[in-house]
């Protein structure tokens, strides 16, 4: 499951770096791959720009899920590109767990 963008900014930019590395990572490994029940409800500020304690606030509530039951009792491997300080993934992974997810594991290409 990779982590998603907020719809605006996955238009502006043209692409989801963490989607497209989660495609091919599922391809390779035969995995299945689920981008629609992890969404970004929020719009907030990149991240790059801001320091530990910043970046913990900015992903606060910023994560939804639709279709609980796809994540219910599950393990679920989250995935993004680069991990800094890991407030995003620790968001990501806090919904995931109120959602009912057995276990979630994370991968990174970059920190």
Do not use: C
Request: charged share 25%; glycine share 2%.
């Amino acid at each position: 499951m990779p982590i998603p963008l907020h719809p605006r900014k996955e238009r502006v930019r043209g692409f989801n770096q963490a989607d497209l590395l989660a495609h091919d990572l599922a391809k390779h490994l035969s995995l299945t791959i689920d981008t629609q029940t992890l969404v970004r409800t929020a719009y907030n500020t990149p991240q790059t720009r801001l320091h530990a304690q910043e970046r913990r606030a900015n992903v606060e509530n910023i994560f939804s899920i639709r279709n609980r039951e796809k994540v219910y009792k599950k393990i679920v491997v989250l995935l993004d590109d680069v991990k800094t300080t890991g407030s995003t993934l620790e968001q990501a992974a806090h919904i995931l767990k109120q959602a009912g997810a057995k276990e979630i594991w994370t991968i990174t290409f970059a920190h």
